[in-house]
Each structure stands twice: as structure tokens, then as C-alpha cells.
């Protein structure tokens, strides 16, 4: 297994809008960042009135787009020191917790634990009742029980740190830089 002399981040995006545009104000202040977006975040990226084109030319991006998820082998090679997965879907939450691996960015989750490369997941499903950012303004959800859940089982795993707001995102990015 080849060893980068400056492993990377790899950040992943999924299909949620909650805190969606601090999260990539964040990545634009990062430079050792490589993009994984799943096949929902693409969509919304658009939804949301983001230009993907310009993302996709500032950094380097890997879009849901094989069944083999290739660019799995990045993280065999130690081209990355962690992962992100801000902001987290309940349906990515559920997938990691019970072992699914059908996606680009639930791939690459597997196979950072695999290689004992560190998670930070930014799990937006985390209060019975929250206000999160829709395309069209603030409303209101109100996550399932199983989605709570979910988000605690997944505290549960090895090398998976799950945060609960953005500026505990950006305190354990600072925290484990």
C-alpha cells in the first residue's frame, strides 16, 4: 500500500441542504480537500443555486457515477488522513450503521473504517424537532425515532466521530487537524 508524503481530506457531500452552504464556505477556506459527492448531491447542489461546474474546477471531484465506486482505491494508496460527511442524509446515516456500502459516499465510509482512517460525520437528522434549510427558506422537520437512533448507533463505531451542529463540525475539524 503506497503512502502520500501529504495525505489529503476527502469531504464527502449528500442530497440534505441542512447547513449545506456553511458546509461548503468551509471547504472553500481548505486546500487539501478532494470532493466525493453522492448522486442526491449533485441534485441538490443545483436546488440550492450552487454551480457545480465551478466546484468541480476548484477542486478535485468524484461524482456517484460507477457501480464499482473506483475511486475507493484512493484510501488503500493513503491519500487521505480523513474523511468528512458534512452534511449526513438519515438515509446515509442508516446505510452506514447497518453496513451498506451501495454508494459512492457509504463506499468510501466503509473503506475509510477498513483502513483505520478517521470519520468525522455531520449527521443532520439529530433533534425531534429542528429547523433546517430548504430551497425555497427555513422549515421544519421532525426526524423519525429510527433516525435518532440511527445517529446513536453510529457514535458507536470505531474510528467515527458524529457531530450534531456546524460549530461542532468546525470544532473537531480544528480540534483534529
Known sequence: MGRYERPREAWAITGSGHYLKECLDLIQHRSDVDLFLSKAAAEVLSMYDFDVKSI???F?????????ASPVGLFYQ???KRLIIAPATSNTIAKMVWGIADTLVTNIYAQAGKC???SIVFAC??????ETEAPGGTVMVYPRQIDLENVERLREFEYTSVVTSFSQLVSTLEKTE
Not at 60 to 68: E, G, I, Q, V, Y
Request: proline share 8%; glycine share 4%; hydrophobic share 15%.
Open 56 to 58: 468541480r474546477e476548484r
Open 60 to 68: 478535485t471531484c468524484f461524482r456517484d457515477t460507477t457501480a464499482s
Open 78 to 80: 493513503g491519500r487521505y
Open 116 to 118: 483505520r482512517i478517521p
Open 125 to 130: 437528522d439529530t433533534e425531534p424537532e429542528m
